[in-house]
């Protein structure tokens, strides 16, 4: 009897146990067991079959690519998710600084002068920096354009070379 062993994935924990018993399987060096396909003595598989078993190997091999990059993703996703919950948290920090930084300026301040000109000129610096921000933030977002322009020129490339590939 002839044998021509197939790559399958993985044993999933159902199947460990039965796989590890088997004797005529073997790992290749992803660790993989390959199991061998039973072919009648002197009779060469078609290529029907052939056809067959590379096209379940190719989708079993999507499938567990597709599984992969799902994990991976997933993984990345999850440290994503910390580090911006971290900034979150330091947005919040950075903001109490600036509300209590500016009371204390308000109390320094009150200790010249009457409460209400403290709180006036501390509120005057605030709109002082916050106008210069937006006019600085107006002025970058002019320049920003959101046509992806070396997109559309290989897009445009392709659709040339697709009318005349020989060129």
Known sequence: MATIYTDQAPPTAKRRK?????????RTDTG???????????????????????SKDLSL???????LAKAEIK????????????????????????????????????????????ALIVTAVWAVVGAVLFVRG???MRHVNLKPEQTLETLKEDARWARNPTS
């Open 18 to 26: 039965d796989t590890e018993r088997r004797t005529e399987g073997r």
């Open 32 to 54: 993989r067991i390959v199991e061998p396909a039973a072919v009648q003595p002197g009779e060469e598989p078609s290529v029907g079959e052939l056809v067959g078993e590379i």
């Open 61 to 67: 091999l999507v499938r567990e690519e597709i599984e």
């Open 75 to 118: 993984e990345e996703t999850t440290k994503a998710g910390k580090a911006a919950g971290m900034f979150a948290g330091a947005g919040y920090a950075g903001h109490l600084v600036l509300l209590l930084g500016s009371l204390t300026a308000v109390f320094a301040l009150a200790n010249l002068m009457d409460w209400a000109w403290a």
């Open 138 to 140: 107006r002025k970058q």
